[in-house]
């Protein structure tokens, strides 16, 4: 049974990327992220998108990655995360190994105050002209320094404001790295 009600606004969610078919590294993370009311997936599921809908004990919204092929996920997709608007891509198309400049450009001409992308297999989390940009690193191949699979949790409170943390897999604790108030961000309202 799913824990998230559809069609409500989330209070907190699981985002992860590069999962490369290690569905097992990813049950690790939803077991560990518990509760939560939507899981986000950013692309290179290497098939398995059902799978992660069956195992995910929330809402889902998933785009397909530069090796998704032939899979019927959407590249990008708009969603409402608390009061804030996120653009949910894998990055891929946009240049992220050479900097955001263009992914941020691309979600204010969406009209979000977030963008949430893969592709990289590095965690960051950063405002880049007023824009947050997410990327939760790999769940299963990660690239930084230190090499650990990770994800990152979306926390909302009633006031719009939103932490961000981002945390190994079975690492003790998160860590948060960007709180995010509820103004000057473009909103769903807005």
């Known amino acids: ?53 069956d195992m995910a004990p929330s809402q889902v919204e998933m785009v397909a990655g530069n090796m998704d092929a032939g899979s019927s996920l959407p590249r990008s997709s708009l969603v409402a995360l608390g009061r804030h608007t996120a653009w949910l891509t894998h990055g891929d198309l946009y240049a992220v190994h050479h900097g955001i400049r263009e992914l941020v450009r691309e979600a204010k001409s969406r009209n979000a105050g977030m963008v949430l992308y893969g592709h990289t297999h590095c965690p960051s989390a950063v405002l880049f002209d007023s824009v947050v940009a997410l990327c939760p690193g790999s769940i299963a191949e ?16 009633g006031r719009g404001e939103m932490a961000i943390s981002l945390r190994d897999v079975g690492a003790e604790a998160p860590h948060t790295v960007l709180t995010v108030p509820a103004l000057p961000l473009r909103t769903a309202q807005n």
């Open 1 to 53: 049974m799913h824990e998230g009600q559809p069609g409500a606004a989330p209070r907190r969610a699981l985002v992860v990327s590069d999962s490369h078919g290690r569905l097992d590294m990813l049950h690790r993370a939803i077991m560990e992220a518990r509760p939560f009311d939507l899981l986000i997936h950013l692309g290179d599921i290497h098939h398995g998108a059902e799978r992660i809908r």
């Open 142 to 157: 990660p690239r930084q320094p230190g090499g650990k699979p990770g994800y990152a949790i979306l926390d909302m409170d």
